[in-house]
T-cell receptor
């Protein structure tokens, strides 16, 4: 069964705008990771946040984690057309990752 | 530039035929995962290995699927006999030692179509 559930399922924004994607999960986790998948490609790791962390930054990415609400958000600032892809959250527990079904982000030039 | 490689990239076969997919993990990575991705089910973990030993294959239909690591540089996923419902993209991923909570590095996938 899917652990992480992303929201929204699809997001369309204008280049330069910020994109916010959310993920909720059900059980205890060790960490939460976000991945990106371009059409026809494998997944690429973006950022990892451990369960004892609340916020993390990497370039234009900002991820937050609220373990009390069992939720995470990924913010992409100043989006670019090249950010168009599917984004997945993955929860780490019991030595493996469980992926959500993903969010399709379209950034219009 | 270290990458996970997978062969073949595309495979079209007929129902009942055997399919073998291969994966070469990144050198030095000791944990290897097999995933299947479909529109309906999303990304599902089929099996994973650490130091070539299978740790969990509970996501894999045992009657027709088998996964092995003959050596540290090769992982295989075999389907025999294949069925149309096996049509999907199969990904291999590898992770560094210490623990599998580290980021996983994905291969480009094998797109399987079973007619």
């Amino acid at each position: 069964s899917q652990q992480g559930e992303e929201d929204p399922q699809a997001l369309s924004i204008q280049e330069g705008e910020n994109a916010t994607m959310n993920c909720s999960y059900k059980t205890s986790i060790n960490n939460l990771q976000w991945y990106r998948q371009n059409s026809g490609r494998g997944l690429v790791h973006l950022i990892l946040i451990r369960s004892n962390e609340r916020e993390k930054h990497s370039g234009r990415l900002r991820v937050t984690l609220d373990t009390s609400k069992k939720s995470s958000s990924l913010l992409i600032t100043a989006s670019r057309a090249a950010d168009t892809a599917s984004y997945f959250c993955a929860t780490g527990a019991n030595s493996k990752l469980t992926f959500g079904k993903g969010i399709t982000l379209s950034v219009r030039p | 530039d270290a990458r996970v490689t997978q062969t073949p990239r595309h495979k079209v076969t007929e129902m009942g035929q055997e399919v073998t997919m291969r994966c070469q993990p990144i050198l030095g990575h000791n944990t290897v995962f097999w995933y299947r991705q479909t529109m309906m089910q999303g990304l599902e973990l089929l099996a994973y290995f650490r130091n070539r030993a299978p740790l969990d294959d509970s996501g894999m239909p045992k009657d027709r699927f088998s996964a092995e690591m003959p050596d540290a540089t090769l992982a295989t996923l075999k389907i025999q006999p294949s069925e149309p419902r096996d049509s999907a993209v199969y990904f291999c991923a590898s992770a560094k030692p210490l623990d599998s909570y580290n980021e996983q590095f994905f291969g480009p996938g094998t797109r399987l179509t079973v007619l």
